[in-house]
C-alpha cells in the first residue's frame, strides 16, 4: 500500500474512531524502514511500502492492533448523532457564508464562537 491507502485503511479498521495524518504516518513510514521493517518501490508516481521478514516477525510479535484499540469503548450511535449534528452544522455556516452578506455572515461566525465557547463550559460543569 502508499501511504493514503494506509490512512483510509486505518480509519475503516477503527471504524472512523481514528485517522492518522500524513505529517504521522510518512515518518513512521521512514522510521520503519530506516529500521528495515518495510520497504519501498515507486510504482506509477506512488511509493508503495511492504514489510520485510523481520517486520513480519515484529508485527507478529507486537501489541494488539491500534485500530482495534483506538475503537474499543466507542458508542457508534452516539458517535454517528454527534457527525450528523456537526456536518449539520457546518453544511448551514458554509451556506451562510457563500450565499448571505455581510452581516449575516458576521452572526453565523458569532453563534459558531457563542457555541464553541458553550462546549467548553459543559466540560467545565458551568451554565
Do not use: C
Not at 520485510?52 to 474499543?72: I, M, Q
Not at 465557547?117 to 466540560?123: A, N
Amino acid at each position: 500500500m502508499h501511504g493514503y491507502e494506509m490512512i483510509q485503511e486505518i480509519a475503516e479498521r477503527s471504524g472512523g474512531a481514528w485517522k492518522p495524518s500524513p505529517g504521522s504516518v510518512y515518518p513512521t513510514l521512514q522510521l520503519l524502514e530506516d529500521e528495515g521493517l518495510i520497504v519501498s518501490e515507486t510504482e506509477g508516481g506512488k511509493k508503495l511500502f511492504s514489510l520485510t521478514e523481520s517486520g513480519r516477525t515484529a508485527a507478529d510479535e507486537g501489541p494488539e492492533a491500534p485500530w482495534e484499540e483506538a475503537s474499543r469503548g466507542v458508542d457508534w450511535e452516539a458517535l454517528s448523532e454527534i457527525r450528523q449534528a456537526g456536518f449539520g452544522l457546518m453544511e448551514a455556516f458554509g451556506q451562510v457564508w457563500k450565499t448571505g452578506s455581510k452581516d449575516q455572515r458576521d452572526k453565523a461566525l458569532a453563534v459558531i464562537n457563542e457555541a464553541r465557547k458553550k462546549l467548553y463550559l459543559i466540560l467545565a460543569d458551568e451554565d
